[in-house]
T-cell receptor
Framework: DAGITQSPRHKVTETGTPVTLRCHQT?????MYWYRQDPGHGLRLIHY???????DKGEVSDGYSVSRSKTEDFLLTLESATSSQTSVYFC????????????FGPGTRLTVL | QQQVKQSPQSLIVQKGGIPIINCAYE??????FPWYQQFPGKGPALLIA?????SEKKEGRFTISFNKSAKQFSLHIMDSQPGDSATYFC?????????????FGKGTKLSVKP
């Protein structure tokens, strides 16, 4: 998985609780991404980062926030989890060179009851 | 304009067959078209990618065919094997646009029967 780890790998939580997912890379890639994957929707971009402290919104950013204080770590936070945020979350990284080759982590399965 | 439409949703072939997965796009500014392969419980893995200045690219048993005028591209898997059973995603992006964010199709679940 291209030097990318995600933690936790599985999490069950209750509606209204805060949740933070962590993505850690050892590749020193500049760009990092958070996607969610749901049946029938493919992969949808939540937020991305193009450098330390530089982040921007993706297609489905409502209800999510991110932070990147170090090159190697990109955190995704659900401030108050809802059942609609039950999903599999993938982190991806990219060097951001000529073409945007993105490499994905193993994913985190999140269930919000 | 930003959508990538992928078909079929699912596909079943016999071992040795040639499954074909198709994708269509609207935005003519897209200039990078990768395919990802995903096994159950794993993250998507980059399989092969093409730029619009070529009409075909082969890597092993995997071939991308690209038709710029029709705004379509497809993945062919030659001599398919049961180990190719996975979900395949096409994607597209614009170099330099929004840091080259990928727009993904919704995926095709391929099953190769022995």
């Amino acid at each position: 998985d291209a030097g990318i780890t995600q933690s936790p790998r599985h999490k069950v939580t209750e509606t209204g609780t805060p949740v933070t997912l962590r993505c850690h890379q050892t590749e020193n890639h500049r760009y990092m991404y958070w996607y969610r994957q749901d049946p029938g929707h493919g992969l949808r971009l939540i937020h991305y980062s193009y450098g330390v402290k530089d982040t921007d919104k993706g297609e489905v950013s409502d209800g999510y926030s991110v932070s990147r204080s170090k090159t190697e770590d990109f955190l995704l936070t659900l401030e108050s989890a809802t059942s609609s945020q039950t999903s599999v979350y993938f982190c991806a990284i990219s060097q951001g060179t000529t073409y945007n080759e993105q490499f994905f982590g193993p994913g985190t399965r999140l269930t919000v009851l | 304009q930003q959508q990538v439409k992928q078909s079929p949703q699912s596909l079943i072939v016999q071992k040795g067959g040639i499954p074909i997965i198709n994708c269509a796009y609207e935005n003519t500014a897209f200039d990078y078209f990768p395919w990802y392969q995903q096994f159950p419980g794993k993250g998507p893995a980059l399989l092969i990618a093409i730029r619009p200045d070529v009409s075909e690219k082969k890597e092993g048993r995997f071939t991308i065919s690209f038709n710029k005028s029709a705004k379509q591209f497809s993945l062919h898997i030659m001599d398919s094997q049961p180990g190719d059973s996975a979900t395949y995603f096409c994607a597209a992006s614009i170099y330099g646009g929004s840091q080259g964010n990928l727009i993904f199709g919704k995926g095709t679940k391929l099953s190769v029967k022995p």
